[in-house]
């Protein structure tokens, strides 16, 4: 096993620790925040898909969030008038969601800017690099996946 002290061991570290400090994953996408944007696609994939609304558990599920908390953001979404709720008429208990039109487009905004952001790092690494990258950081998931189920 690696020394923890080891060079490699500890520029391993202050890559991790530069990447978190970017804080890229806390930026707000075209105005919405991170956890915003992925119910938002979430819907918009779903109705694509299937053509129809969700369930709070669907998204729920989807996510692998807890459904207090995407009700939470369904709240802001829907007071922003991006998402509409309507009662199930088969299920009177259960609400459906879908996108209003102001949603659909900003969830074109917003997946637009996403990829952009996605394809400058492509242009920035290059083709091969953007590749090597992509296949380190799942196996980087792999591997934290392991030890965080050990």
Known sequence: MADFE????QKLLQSFMKFRKTGWHDK???GFNPSEFRVIATIQRYANDNNTEMKVSEISQLLQVTPPTITQIINI???DQLIE????????RAVKIKLTPTGIEAAENTRKAFGETFLGLIDYLGEQESEQLAELL???HDY??????Q
């Open 85 to 92: 709720r309507t009662v199930d008429p088969e299920d009177r």
């Open 144 to 149: 934290f996946n392991q030890v965080s189920h």
């Open 77 to 79: 979404l829907e007071k």
């Open 28 to 30: 707000k996408i075209a």
């Open 138 to 140: 799942s196996k980087v």
């Open 6 to 9: 080891s060079g490699t061991a």
